[in-house]
């Protein structure tokens, strides 16, 4: 697959800005990774996109949904050897809080977005996703990144330092487009550790029983993704009428569906492999609310 | 030292919901090193060791600089800069302190000297910004929109690489140098911090400490790189003119960055004020513009 475009957040304008905006506040994380802003190059889709899944994600159900999927994946991974990368490299107290902190992040927010990515995929392929519940009738989770949230940080995609540069080829290589995924990107500002990790998770992930792990969570999280509370929707007759490219937006759907699970495994590993790590992040403040309010207040 | 290594030195402590990235270095008495824009507590690596063998030395990062807290969560003008050292201070158990700042540091460690006089034992400002004599055109234009959106983090840091080299510096830094004093600022998230940061420069902040500057009763040294061309030597001497007793330090063959480009210079002479050997120079001729303005132009 060709490099495909990403748009950045500074970059973002118009209705990808604002939908950046929401996605921000609803997922509650400091920043759009990259299989939103891989999404965000077809820009009416993107925008279709949130309209559809938008009011599955605010909710209480699509958390605990993604909660189970984190727990499955924890649950799998513990059970492997320690990572050792954490006790490897020689960190300092600013930089193990800030890698600390990228982690919690993404922990924070691939599982969701691995939610996202499925349902999307299940809906452009003609499957009939989420149930036929009305919105409104759902407990809301509060918007807003939570205060101790990092910010998301990234190193560029081609580093001038070689060493990053030769790492981010053979990350990209062995997971597979589109693109160096952006836990790699934060876990980069701090190279020797990138490496130690990367070193140590390449290997496994050739395991059959790593494959069939990851495997077992693709099909899980399409389960979940079914069993959203609102239907998703979104069509291949929806995208192409909006004008987009259907074919190019489904490939590069179906390219990061395919990868995530494996970098769910990865990220887990790494997760557990930090001692004192926040294990449950960022739990959402709830509330439930009707829909004239959620449509001033929360829109 | 390279910048990845003076981070691995950086501790971190929170406040509230903010946190400060900082080294701690030394034991004795305290003496603050305040950076200023666009640089951060790397800046003061060729001096900070050896202070450190007879001194206790913190170097902070200034609120949404370096590696302490970049999040779109505060206000960052000179004030609050101020008030969050002084709660860092707090924390850290340091009843009063020596200050020295730099640039948009020396601004802060003015705000500091006016507003929580006993936390500051001694002064010393170092081609600080002052009076009306900032922000610099350069830097306040990142914080103005079209520039945080036509640019990119490589870009941003190529301008202000070049900017360094050509106007911050007396003699021709090492790249390694101006690598790390921008290493913060670029990433996506370090520049637009860097355009929350210019967009909170203003010439008040300066202007409403500069007439209780005349009441401060604590030893003052003002530093100057006589070929400054960011910040002009007329406001040291001008700094000198309003503070009883201050002394008067130009460093002949320095520009703005003069801790480098003179740092034998700069080491010794703040190593004696520290200790409390009396002046070696006078103090500036009065600056002809001040007189006219204190004692009334004709006409």
Redesign the interface.
């Known amino acids: 697959m060709a490099r495909v475009k990403q748009v950045?957040?500074?970059?973002a304008?118009g209705d990808v800005e604002r939908v950046y905006h929401e996605l921000r506040q609803t997922l509650r994380v400091?920043?759009v990774d990259v299989s939103l802003r891989t999404w965000a190059a077809h820009p009416r889709f993107f925008v279709a996109m949130w309209e559809a899944l938008g009011p599955n994600v605010e909710t209480r159900a699509f958390e605990e949904l993604a909660a189970g999927l984190w727990q499955e994946v924890l649950d799998t991974t513990v059970r492997w050897e320690v990572l050792g990368a954490w006790s490897a490299v020689?960190?300092?107290?600013?930089?193990r809080?800030?890698a600390r902190g990228a982690l919690e992040l993404y922990e924070a927010m691939q599982p969701r977005v691995m939610l996202m990515l499925s349902a999307v995929r299940l809906a452009l392929e003609g499957h009939v996703v989420g149930r036929r519940g009305v919105p409104g009738e759902l407990e809301r989770l509060e918007r807003g990144i939570p205060?101790?949230m990092a910010?998301?940080?990234?190193?560029?995609p081609k580093p001038r330092d070689a060493t990053t540069r030769t790492l981010f080829a053979d990350i990209e290589k062995t997971v597979g487009p589109p693109g160096v995924p952006g836990e790699y990107r934060a876990l980069a500002?701090w190279p020797e550790y990138l490496e130690a990790a990367w070193r140590r998770l390449k290997p496994r992930m050739k395991d059959d029983d790593f494959r069939a792990a990851a495997e077992s969570l693709r099909e899980s999280a399409r389960r979940r993704a079914l069993a959203l509370p609102f239907e998703v929707a979104l069509s291949r007759e929806r995208v192409a009428a909006l004008g987009e490219n259907v074919e190019a937006i489904l490939k590069v759907t179906q390219a990061l569906e395919t990868r995530l699970p494996s970098l769910l495994l990865n990220l887990s590993r790494l997760v557990q492999d930090v001692p004192d790590i926040l294990r449950q992040p960022m739990p959402g403040a709830a509330r439930l609310v009707p829909d004239w309010v959620a449509a001033e207040e929360l829109r | 030292m390279n910048w990845r290594e003076w981070?691995?030195?950086?501790?971190?402590v929170?406040l509230g919901?903010r946190?400060v990235?900082y080294v701690d270095w030394g034991r004795g008495s305290p003496v603050v090193l305040l950076h200023g824009m666009p640089t951060w507590g790397y800046l003061w690596s060729g001096l900070a060791r050896g202070l450190a063998t007879s001194h206790r030395v913190l170097v902070p990062d200034l609120l949404g600089h370096g590696?302490s807290d970049?999040?779109d969560?505060f206000d960052r003008s000179l004030s609050r800069q101020a008030e969050a050292l002084e709660a860092w201070l707090d924390r850290l158990g340091v009843v009063d302190a020596a200050v020295v700042g730099h640039d948009v540091g020396g601004g802060v460690a003015q705000q500091l000297a006016v507003r929580f006089p006993r936390r500051v034992g001694r002064l010393c400002l170092m081609d600080s910004v002052s009076y009306d004599a900032w922000p610099l055109p350069l830097m306040a234009q990142f914080g103005t929109p079209w520039m945080?959106?036509r640019l990119s983090?490589?870009r941003m840091v190529g301008l202000l690489s070049w900017a360094l080299k050509s106007r911050g510096f007396a003699k021709k830094p090492s790249s390694e140098l101006v690598e790390g004093l921008l290493a913060p600022y670029?990433?996506?998230?370090?520049?637009?911090?860097l355009s929350r940061d210019a967009v909170a420069l203003n010439t008040n902040q300066t202007q409403v400490v500069s007439p209780k500057l005349g009441h401060l009763a604590v030893p003052v040294l003002v530093m100057w790189g006589a070929k400054d061309q960011v910040l002009p030597t007329k406001y040291g001497e001008r700094l000198v003119w309003d503070i009883p007793g201050a002394r008067w330090m130009p460093v002949p063959e320095a520009g703005h960055f003069l801790m480098w480009d003179a740092p034998h210079v700069v080491a010794m002479e703040l190593f004696r004020f520290l200790e409390g050997e009396a002046p070696v120079t006078r103090a500036p001729e009065r600056p002809v513009a001040e007189v006219l303005w204190s004692e009334g132009a004709p006409g």
Do not use: D, I, N, Y
């Open positions: 950045s957040e500074h970059r304008e400091s920043g020689e960190l300092g107290p600013s930089q809080f800030h205060s101790r910010a998301m940080e990234w190193v560029a500002c | 981070q691995r030195q950086q501790e971190v929170e919901q946190f990235s590696f970049r999040r969560r945080a959106r983090p490589e670029a990433t996506e998230v370090g520049m637009v911090s």
